[in-house]
């Protein structure tokens, strides 16, 4: 980490993103990213990344992870005032190029981050995407971003092994699929269960060349800080090691943040300093620098805006060495041990716990 510029983090951030509009009353608002712009302009964070512009994914891209058929629809969205995809997933005149600039935005980060330049990327983007299938708009998704991301990282930047983390509160069912038969992406996913979108349950662990690649935590309400330590110390810290990734790519959903009206999870503040710092950490010992985050879920503004300014300040300023007693030697609450024993057994034909 010698090279790194002071500004530590490549950030996308671009007004193109607050036109896609699904409607006056819906929840996921351009309002979201605004109070994110807004927050990453205070004083405490603003010299810790550096800005940089998205561009359009073209066709030939989008179609690693979805059909023509499928690609064609949304585009035909263009310039309308308002198309419906499924019961919450709505197009606005502007939501193509919107969507097609959050997955270009993606690649931009990748391309910063395979430079060695920073500690870190973050797209703050929408729409969000890990609901979206192969030929489906589901959950305010239009086109998977990660998903994408992980395709360009291995098509165009030789990359082998991508680990996905997706800690929104839903389980990312869209980017389940995409490598449910590949070991080329290992997806780990803790979520609220059973819960939209119906998937995630401790059954799916992937098939064929994907078996053991699939790892999904599924979880009661009521979920805290101190559940999450343990789950990424216990079960996502000896998988991610094991793999040893080339990229870490983050579906960072602030759902699960404490006030979310959407969520069950009771996550503060201080649990996203807790994730940061453990994807930091993974990432400086399998994969320095190639820490990559996109924007997903959260829909209590001030949960969202602060949850995103505590990952840039943990990341941007890195002064935390090591993680967490505290929150480790507080004890789980009986339903995460026992989920976390259960996943360990399930897994022990794949991983060493
Ligand atoms: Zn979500």
């Known amino acids: 980490m010698e090279n790194c510029s002071p500004k530590n983090i490549v950030v996308i951030s671009d007004p193109l993103f607050l036109k896609h509009n699904p409607g006056p009353t819906h929840i996921e608002s351009p309002r979201r990213l605004e109070v994110i712009y807004e927050r990453i302009e205070k004083p405490d964070i603003k010299d810790l990344y550096v800005n940089i512009a998205p561009r359009p994914a073209n066709i030939e891209e989008l179609l690693w992870n979805h059909s023509q058929d499928y690609i ?12 419906q995809f499924d019961p919450d997933t709505y197009a606005g005149a502007y939501s193509w190029d919107a969507a097609i600039n959050a997955v270009g935005a993606c690649f ?6 395979i430079t ?31 998903a994408l991301a992980a ?10 092994r991508i680990l996905i983390v997706d800690f929104d509160l839903h389980h990312g069912n869209g980017t389940q699929w995409s490598f449910y038969n590949s070991s ?23 098939e064929g060349e994907g078996e053991g690649f ?6 009661f309400r009521g979920v805290r800080d101190e559940d999450m330590a343990n789950i990424y110390e216990q079960i996502l810290m000896p998988i991610a090691y ?18 979310d009206p959407l969520g069950g999870f009771q996550i503060s503040l201080n649990g996203f300093s807790i994730i940061a710092n453990y994807l930091f950490d993974i990432s400086k010992h399998t994969c320095p620098g190639r820490l990559f985050f996109v924007l997903e879920g ?10 995103v300014a505590t990952i840039i300040k943990e990341i941007g300023l890195g002064q935390r060495d090591k993680i967490f007693d505290a929150e480790l030697s507080l004890s789980p609450s009986v339903s995460i041990l026992d989920t976390i024993s259960e996943v360990k057994k399930i897994y022990s034909n794949y991983w060493k716990f």
């Open 298 to 307: 959260g829909y209590n503004l001030y949960g969202l805006s602060e949850g």
């Open 214 to 219: 699939t790892v999904n935590i599924p979880l």
């Open 108 to 113: 931009n980060c990748l391309d910063k981050l």
């Open 151 to 160: 395709h360009y990282a291995i098509n165009k930047l030789g990359a082998q």
């Open 72 to 83: 064609e629809t949304i585009a035909q969205s263009k310039g309308k005032d308002i198309v």
């Open 116 to 146: 060695n330049q920073f500690r870190a990327g973050f797209a703050l983007v929408r729409p969000p995407g890990h609901h979206a299938e192969y030929s489906k708009a589901r959950g305010f998704c239009l086109f998977n971003n990660i």
């Open 184 to 206: 080329n992406v290992l997806y780990f996913s803790t979520h609220q269960f059973p819960y939209y979108p119906g998937t995630g349950s401790l059954d799916e662990i992937g």
């Open 242 to 259: 094991s793999y040893n990734p080339d990229f870490i790519l983050v579906s960072a959903g602030f759902d699960i943040y404490v006030d």
